[in-house]
């Protein structure tokens, strides 16, 4: 049975709420500029921290992979982003940063970078390093990484005309990976940086890092949205098919799909995205895969949640409204 919580604390709207990797701490932001973190133990929650750092609304929190420390980032209305480390975790110095005080969250690093609100913050798959993409209303895209105890940074200027809305990461295995290494597929193909954005622009752009130029190159631009795209999620499937979804202020959801083939994904470079679209009579705020990547999430600005999948056919279903 799902818990509810009904007394949040927050004085304000709620824009995010986030299970970390083990499910038992959810993290939520607001309006209020506050996070609040809830320990959540069987059928029980309890609000144990509220972290005070932004001076806006405070749009996004993404949890590290456990293998990086207890990581939180938040983004904000303010243009920073704030990554927060739990001192309750062993400092170590694979760990992004270390408090000095002997418990609960503070503030080990803070991101200017960016002139307007910070709408979006996503962790690369821990495969990739202790990685953060952030998406600004400024029309860039910020990745920054913790490496050899500091904080770098790639700032992507004019990734999107009129901003940018949102970042999701891909696997980090192409498509088909997985089969090639199994059948004497071609090697060093696996392990890749991929994100893709989408934005007020009405476009969805694939992004990659390239060693040799130590940035991330536009690879790919798809188009079909004809209003701003609000949302996009990479489904985290690594099986011979990429599945990208996109929720748009057009009222409609496409979901993009390539075939790895037997090289790996190669096909994700080379124009080949095929695009179902899904039709709705309101427009669409976020979109989110299930964790096998089989099952996709999309809300509505009518409150509207439902659920969809992909049938034998290679058309798409809806499997389930969830009503509250």
Not at 29 to 54: A, P, Y
Not at 56 to 72: E, M, N, Q, R, Y
Not at 179 to 207: E, H, N
Request: one cysteine or more.
């Amino acid at each position: 049975m799902a818990q509810v919580i009904t007394n949040s604390g927050h004085d304000d709207m709620i824009h995010d709420a986030v299970l970390d990797y083990y499910g038992r701490r959810l993290a939520t932001s607001s309006s209020d500029k506050t996070i609040k973190i809830f320990d959540i133990e069987d059928s029980s929650n309890r609000l144990s921290e509220t972290l005070r750092g932004h001076e806006g609304a405070v749009w996004s929190v993404a949890w590290a992979h456990p293998k990086f420390g207890t990581i939180l980032a938040s983004s904000s209305f303010d243009g920073r982003v704030l990554i927060w480390r739990s001192s309750t975790s062993l400092p170590s110095q694979s760990h992004p940063g270390h408090s000095q005080q002997q418990g609960g969250f503070q503030k080990v690093f803070e991101s200017s970078l960016h002139s307007a609100s910070v709408n979006l913050v996503a962790w690369a798959p821990h495969e990739a390093g202790c990685v953060l993409a952030c998406a600004s209303s400024d029309g860039a895209i910020s990745v920054l990484e913790f490496d050899n105890n500091a904080w770098t940074h790639v700032l992507l200027p004019n990734a999107h005309a009129m901003g940018v809305n949102a970042v999701s990461w891909a696997p980090a295995s192409r498509p088909g990976a997985i089969v090639s290494a199994g059948g004497g597929g071609p090697q060093g193909m696996g392990s890749v940086r991929r994100f893709v954005s989408g934005g007020s622009d009405c476009l969805v752009k694939i992004w990659e890092w390239s060693p040799e130029q130590k940035t991330y190159n536009t690879i790919q631009t798809l188009t079909g949205h004809s209003d701003w795209v609000r949302d996009v999620a990479w489904s985290p499937s690594v099986l011979l098919k990429s599945y990208i979804a996109t929720a748009s202020q057009d009222k409609t959801l496409r979901i993009w799909t390539t075939d790895g083939g037997e090289g790996g994904g190669q096909g994700e470079s080379q124009g080949e995205w095929k695009c179902t679209m899904i039709e709705f009579d309101s427009a669409l705020w976020r979109t989110s895969w299930s964790l096998s990547g089989n099952v996709l999430a999309v809300s509505q600005s009518d409150n509207k949640v439902s659920l969809w999948k992909e049938n034998l056919g290679g058309e798409w279903e809806k499997i389930r409204d969830i009503d509250e």
